[in-house]
């Protein structure tokens, strides 16, 4: 059984930054692993992904270039920093696992992930 968890949450102030860490338990053989988030009224929406395979990444458009996702294997953990960060920005994030490489059409729908953590909550505000 997997298990994910998410940390690093809270509240900051606009143009802030929050690194926000996915920990993995159990056995891991998961091929992308991506940061989704749900704004209070609105659908969930992918963030960021990173593929195991090739370390491909890929974000969205509102994120670019200021959010960065990393993964550090020994620790079975997957980061998030986000910089310069705006009030659009809020919302639960949440990690998710797939067990494909999911290509750039794919990868921020919900259908192809099986584990999802429990969320942690980012606030941005003044």
């Known amino acids: 059984q997997v298990q994910l968890v998410e940390s690093g949450g809270g509240l900051v102030q606009p143009g802030g930054s929050l690194r926000l860490s996915c920990t993995a338990s159990g056995f891991l053989d998961y091929h992308t692993i991506s940061w989704f988030r749900q704004a209070p009224g609105k659908e969930r929406e992918g963030v960021s992904c990173?593929?195991?395979?090739?370390?491909?990444?890929y974000y969205i458009d509102s994120v670019k270039g200021r959010f960065t996702i990393s993964r550090d294997r020994a620790k079975n953990t997957v980061n998030l920093q986000m910089n310069s960060l705006k009030p659009d920005d809020t919302a639960v994030y949440y990690c998710?696992?797939?067990?494909?490489?999911?290509?750039?059409?794919?990868?921020?729908?919900?259908?192809?992930?099986?584990?999802w953590g429990q969320g942690t909550q980012v606030t941005v505000s003044s």
């Open positions: 998710a696992a797939a067990p494909a490489a999911l290509d750039g059409s794919k990868w921020n729908r919900r259908v192809w992930y099986d584990y």
């Open positions: 990173i593929r195991n395979r090739d370390g491909l990444t």
